[in-house]
């Protein structure tokens, strides 16, 4: 089946720093891919849709100043978390939709804390 | 718009018992179903889906899930549960299309009791 990967798989940062979270589809192209939040015990709440070559649209209530994404190819998306918080800790899972399956393939997410 | 509801946030079953996951479904035209299965601290792995063809859908590890449009139910189902099917799983809806966006239940966590 399709693999989609990200890295890091875990980060812990300071309060007031960076983070940058990669998302690849590794045996496929994917025209689109997706960012999710997911908080503990929760479901997947949708952040934005990233589109190669075009800015990526956001869900109400998701700062796109503080959440940076960027879909520089086919094969990989980037998210971008800047100037963390403490509340930006929480689970980032991305997924890359191949156009052939028509299904979303997820990462194995990354977990982020921010201290 | 559409909408999923899964019934039961927790679900207990005893090993090499049938697992039945409720899932019910809301949506404006005829929708693409999934099943997701997450293990802890990973991401969603497809278990299977549905896009209009075959109302009974054949996945992974054993699972399978039947279509039905009169009770808009898309129900997860394994014969015989084991051990190692002890995780979360979502059922999703999407709008004719996995690249439109993806709804997602809130999970059903599944116990299983050896």
């Known amino acids: 089946g399709a693999v989609v990967s990200q890295h890091p798989s875990w980060v812990i940062c300071k309060s007031g720093t960076s983070v940058k979270i990669e998302c690849r589809s590794l045996d496929f192209q994917a025209t689109t891919m997706f960012w999710y939040r997911q908080f503990p015990k929760q479901s997947l709440m949708l952040m934005a849709t990233s589109n190669e070559g075009s800015k990526a649209t956001y869900e109400q209530g998701v700062e796109k100043d503080k959440f940076l994404i960027n879909h520089a190819s086919l094969t990989l998306s980037t998210l971008t978390v800047t100037s963390a918080h403490p509340e930006d800790s929480s689970f980032y899972i991305c997924?890359?939709?191949?156009?052939?399956?028509?299904?979303?393939?997820f990462g194995p997410g990354t977990r982020l804390l921010v201290l | 718009a559409q909408s999923v509801t899964q019934l039961g946030s927790h679900v207990s079953v005893s090993e090499g018992a049938l697992v039945l996951l409720r899932c019910n479904y809301s949506s404006s035209v005829p929708p693409y179903l999934f099943w997701y299965v997450q293990y802890p601290n990973q991401g969603l792995q497809l278990l299977l889906k549905?896009?209009?063809?075959?109302?009974l859908v054949k996945g992974i590890n054993g699972f399978e899930a039947e279509f039905k449009k009169s009770e808009t139910s898309f129900h997860l189902t394994k014969p015989s549960a084991h051990m190692s099917d002890a995780a979360e799983y979502f059922c999703?809806?999407?709008?004719?299309?996995?690249?439109?966006?993806?709804?997602f239940g809130i999970g059903t966590k599944l116990q299983v009791i050896p």
């Open positions: 999703a809806v999407s709008d004719g299309g996995g690249y439109q966006k993806v709804t």
């Open positions: 997924s890359a939709f191949d156009s052939f399956q028509e299904t979303q393939y």
């Open positions: 549905y896009t209009s063809a075959a109302t």
